[in-house]
């Protein structure tokens, strides 16, 4: 079926009904993130019913990120990050105080990645700062405004990206209409989001994870996992 206002009910029943099937299908089959999509389409033109998928993966929580990010999260996290003495930290708290939601959004990531660094993995203590401070380009990665979603998929573009699991692209800047797209470049798969702020974006990023039963990224993993 086609998504359509007369067909939503329809394909919600069918995709609660397929349910057990595509799990046992993916966890034991492991299929790529492509062909999880070519099997299941009304997930991307349907992007509500990935909050459904998430929601039975995780008992009725597909809304707490979005919940709980701006309004509890990160409040506490400035009050632990306010005892830390680093310089980094510090600057961006005081950046903090004046921006947007978006811009707030992207620092406060930055934030936590600093409180939860990835794991050093034999590095020495520089290699470990370096890593912290690159991490978050493994979640989300720019490009100038009006750069199409096929670009991304090309070979120069995905040089780019530093991360074969997929990450976000924000195409434009942050606060001034930019669009986000998940990019899997491993998989030469590109999904445009119909989020129109980093936060959801970042829910959207999170459960995409989930419902392809995908491996967080190393440079990430204690975020995913806090998340």
């Known amino acids: 079926m086609r998504p359509s206002t007369e067909n939503s009910s329809s394909i919600k029943n069918a995709i609660d009904q397929t349910f057990s099937y595509r799990r046992k299908w993916i966890m034991t089959k492991s299929p790529t993130v492509r062909e999880i999509f070519k099997e299941y389409p009304r997930f991307l033109?349907?992007?509500?019913?990935?909050?459904?998928?998430?929601?039975?993966?995780?008992?009725?929580?597909?809304?707490?990120?979005?919940?709980?990010?701006?309004?509890?999260?990160?409040?506490?996290?400035?009050?632990?990050?306010l005892l830390e003495k680093k310089m980094d930290i510090?600057?961006?708290?005081?950046?903090?105080?004046?921006q947007d939601d978006d811009e707030l959004c992207y620092t406060m990531l930055k934030v936590l990645i600093h409180l939860l660094p990835p794991m050093p993995s034999g590095r020495s203590a520089a290699g470990s700062k370096c890593c912290v401070n690159s991490a978050v380009s493994y979640l989300l990665e720019f490009v100038p405004a009006g750069t199409s979603v096929i670009s991304l998929l090309t070979e120069s573009m995905k040089g780019s990206l530093k991360s074969g699991q997929p990450q976000l692209v924000s195409i434009g800047s942050l606060g001034h209409g930019a669009q986000y797209v998940i990019v899997a470049k491993n998989d030469s798969f590109a999904l445009p989001l119909d989020v129109d702020n980093l936060t959801c974006a970042v829910d959207r990023l999170f459960k995409f994870y989930w419902l392809c039963n995908l491996q967080y990224p190393c440079q990430l993993s204690s975020v995913f996992s806090f998340f």
């Open 90 to 98: 510090r600057q961006l708290l005081e950046k903090a105080d004046s």
């Open 45 to 81: 033109d349907m992007p509500s019913l990935m909050d459904i998928e998430f929601s039975k993966l995780t008992d009725g929580k597909e809304d707490m990120f979005i919940r709980k990010w701006e309004g509890t999260i990160i409040p506490k996290l400035k009050e632990i990050a």
